[in-house]
């Protein structure tokens, strides 16, 4: 669908010596092959990196980011199986590409590093070498938000493929790498982690933004394919996540922004937040302000917090009118590479405004809040708070003036793109020259995503819609407790009692690998297992006798968990 679009020279002529759509048009397909460049083992700039490893960026010195990391890699590929997805490239070398990432995530999964193994905490590790060993160098580890997004990425193109009546692969090949991110997210959303910009070791809007966002699907993906025993624990942690995403330590009323760290001693005006909404947007939730939908009163306050923390602290914006767009960085006390605008940041200004007029069109009015009124108000001084229907004139108004201002933020990376049209991570505040690591992967799947976005290009929502935030927050320390399983049953010599459950300590409905019960106090089979806190847990009993296996009779039988102490529970063979 079209939306009319408004010509960029409007609001800031002098600002811009081309126009968006020019841009767009040649830069939108240098984009696709600038990440497409970046992929191992074809692209052009990534050989030696192994199939399907997206590498940061070719440059290896100054700054060296020859290396993969998850969630570069995960957004990257969440955009191209948006596009697989969708139809818009249906080829069959990007079907090869995303087969292939997923093959070599599978196995960075399985590979020890110093944040631990696969059931260790492993999968927080944030970047491997491009071969696919372990970096054991000195980072900022663990990063929490890695395993999450890349369930996000794999989950839209299981989806897809089971729609598409590939339903053996999806359950048997895809299932068990999404359930280990999802597993990761679900025993350790509730301690710190390093942020996206791997500086700060605290909790993070992002990061937990994007895991309520990946337990959300995940527990309606599952549903979907029947792997129905993660739903409780996933829906539990999800309402948990999204209980936490209000919390005061990030949304500051006052101030009307959100604050991007809970730790790092900054103002918290951050990328980060905005980041947040775009990787979290779902047009059917509307201008939902719980989940920080693009258009909510909330997150359209942040974005002009943020943008104007930018205003004075660059020269390149000096001049630039108070309410026109500027060149955005990551947060204003930024001192990395002397601290200058990047491209990824501006794109994602622009796309949440996109995204926010792509929800506006499709809900056939706007809102203006008490907590959104500076925002609007930079377009008109005299707006008022209320709902404006698409027939007024003042919606009019407003959206065209917000479409201006979002292509404002992709004229200013336009003006700073050089001529060959490559991204590299930053330019300088000061003459707009390309700053730090060329060709970054991640710059030109920010344009891509942003330029999609201006075309109200629409891909799968993730059921941000109708949720409910609880009325107490519960955290998940991801701590056990011992429970001890009694069963009274009678036994034949050389039979054995075994259980088996729906969670990796009880080996996940696994007859082979049940565990063993101790006879020690006959007829009472006993066994003690640490099992998740506050968790539904599923379980049977199994007899074994000369290699035949005998379950339990229906139904399941069931315990919730306490949150914490130990606790014995007494059952009869069934
Ligand atoms: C990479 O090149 C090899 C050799 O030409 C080819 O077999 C493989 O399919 C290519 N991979 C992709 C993703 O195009
Ligand atoms: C993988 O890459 C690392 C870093 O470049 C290198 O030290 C290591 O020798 C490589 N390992 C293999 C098996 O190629
Ligand atoms: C299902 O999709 C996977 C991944 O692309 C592919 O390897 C497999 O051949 C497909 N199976 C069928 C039956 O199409
Ligand atoms: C505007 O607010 C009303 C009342 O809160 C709500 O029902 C409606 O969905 C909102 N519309 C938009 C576009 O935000
Ligand atoms: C925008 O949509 C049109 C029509 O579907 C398509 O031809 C064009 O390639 C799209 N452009 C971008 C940048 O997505
Ligand atoms: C854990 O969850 C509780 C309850 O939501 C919250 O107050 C606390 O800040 C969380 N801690 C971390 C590190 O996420
Ligand atoms: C017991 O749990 C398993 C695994 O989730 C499930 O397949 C089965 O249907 C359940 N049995 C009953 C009777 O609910
Ligand atoms: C199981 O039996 C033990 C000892 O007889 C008792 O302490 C415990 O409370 C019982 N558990 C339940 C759930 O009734």
Request: charged share 15%; with cysteine.
């Amino acid at each position: 669908m079209y939306r009319l679009l408004v010509c960029a020279l409007g609001l800031a002529g002098t600002v811009f010596g081309q126009s968006v759509d020019s841009y767009i048009s040649t830069e939108g397909p240098m984009t696709k092959a600038g990440v497409l460049a970046n992929i191992g083992p074809n692209g052009s700039k990534a050989a030696g990196a192994s199939p399907g490893v997206v590498v940061a960026s070719p440059s290896t010195s100054s700054p060296d980011y020859w290396y993969t990391w998850t969630r570069d890699s995960s957004l990257v590929f969440k955009s191209l199986i948006d596009q697989y997805t969708t139809g818009i490239d249906s080829t069959s070398s990007l079907r090869t590409l995303i087969d292939e990432f997923i093959t070599a995530e599978a196995y960075i999964q399985t590979v020890s590093n110093p944040s631990g193994t696969l059931t260790t905490g492993g999968l927080g590790e944030p970047k491997f070498n491009v071969n696919e060993t372990a970096f054991t160098g000195t980072w900022g580890r663990p990063q929490r938000d890695g395993p999450a997004l890349r369930a996000t990425a794999m989950i839209t193109y299981g989806n897809w493929l089971y729609s598409n009546g590939n339903t053996t692969w999806v359950t048997s090949t895809l299932w068990p790498i999404v359930e280990n991110d999802l597993g990761y997210v679900v025993s350790y959303w509730n301690e710190s982690t390093y942020d996206l910009w791997e500086e700060v070791d605290s909790s993070s809007f992002f990061t937990t933004a994007v895991q309520h966002r990946a337990l959300r699907e995940g527990a309606m993906f599952a549903t979907r394919i029947g792997q129905t025993s993660v739903v409780s624990s996933y829906t539990t942690q999800a309402d948990n996540l999204l209980c936490f995403l209000q919390a005061k330590s990030y949304w500051n009323p006052t101030s009307g922004y959100i604050t991007a760290n809970t730790g790092g001693g900054r103002s918290g005006k951050d990328a980060n937040t905005l980041l947040a909404s775009i990787h979290t947007f779902d047009l059917s939730a509307g201008c939902d302000a719980t989940t920080f939908q693009p258009c909510s009163d909330k997150a359209l306050s942040n974005l002009k917090v943020y943008v104007d923390s930018f205003r004075s602290v660059y020269s390149i914006n000096n001049g630039i009118a108070s309410n026109a767009a500027i060149a955005t960085g990551r947060y204003p006390e930024d001192t990395y590479q002397n601290g200058n605008p990047w491209y990824l940041t501006t794109f994602a200004v622009a796309e949440q405004l996109y995204d926010a007029l792509n929800s506006w069109e499709a809900q056939g009015s706007l809102n203006v809040t008490s907590i959104s009124l500076p925002f609007f108000q930079q377009f008109s001084s005299s707006i008022a708070v209320g709902t404006y229907s698409s027939t007024s004139s003042t919606y009019s108004t407003l959206i065209s003036a917000v479409q201006s201002f979002a292509d404002g933020f992709v004229a200013i990376n336009a003006k700073y793109t050089p001529s060959d049209g490559s991204l590299a991570e930053q330019y300088s505040k000061s003459d707009g020259s390309p700053v730090s690591a060329v060709d970054l992967t991640w710059s030109y799947a920010s344009a891509l995503t942003a330029f999609e976005a201006r075309n109200n290009t629409q891909f799968a929502g993730w059921g941000a819609t109708g949720l409910t935030v609880p009325s107490t927050c519960s955290g998940n320390s991801g701590s056990t407790v011992a429970v001890t399983f009694n069963v009274d049953a009678t036994t034949v010599y050389g039979e054995n009692i075994y259980i088996t459950g729906s969670v990796d300590a009880l080996e996940n409905w696994s007859p082979d690998n049940a565990l063993l019960l101790s006879s020690a106090n006959y007829p009472t089979w006993s066994i003690t297992v640490n099992l998740p806190a506050s968790t539904n847990v599923q379980y049977k009993y199994i007899r074994k006798y000369n290699g035949a296996v005998t379950w339990e009779s229906d139904p399941n039988n069931s315990i919730t968990t306490p949150a914490s102490g130990s606790v014995t529970e007494n059952d009869t063979w069934r």
